[in-house]
């Protein structure tokens, strides 16, 4: 079973910038689709994909996004990050990783962790 386990939230002003982690056990990388989610209030508070990356290292970003935030591998530390620069108000909101299973629709979910951008 997959968990995941995310850190790195904080308070930041805008312009500033934060690195999300995301601690992965229970599979290593190479068999996962990693990505980043967040809420999005124009959405109904659905959660929408801020940043992808498969187990090839091919990446993808929600349009808000791109050209702001990077997401990573680390395999060594089994671990994903998600560098965030430029950080605007509207970034604002709880970040959650997500693992899905190669070759399945089996999909994990982290507890989240809380990005506020103001100031």
């Known amino acids: 079973q997959v968990q995941l386990v995310e850190s ?3 308070l930041v002003q805008p312009g500033g910038s934060l690195r999300l982690s995301c601690a992965v ?3 290593p990388l190479s068999g996962l689709i990693m990505s980043w989610h967040r809420h999005n209030p124009t959405t109904w508070n659905q959660r929408e994909m801020v940043a992808l ?3 090839m290292g091919t990446t993808n970003y929600g349009d808000a996004v791109r050209g702001r935030f990077t997401i990573s591998r680390d395999s060594a530390r089994n671990t994903v990050y998600l560098q965030m620069n430029d950080l605007k108000p509207e970034d ?6 997500n693992a899905r299973t190669l070759g ?3 999909d994990s979910w982290g507890q ?3 990005v506020t951008v103001s100031g």
């Open 92 to 97: 604002t909101s709880m970040y959650y990783c």
């Open 8 to 10: 790195g939230g904080g």
């Open 25 to 27: 056990s229970g599979s």
């Open 53 to 55: 990356v498969t187990d």
């Open 104 to 106: 399945t629709t089996a």
């Open 112 to 114: 989240g962790t809380q």
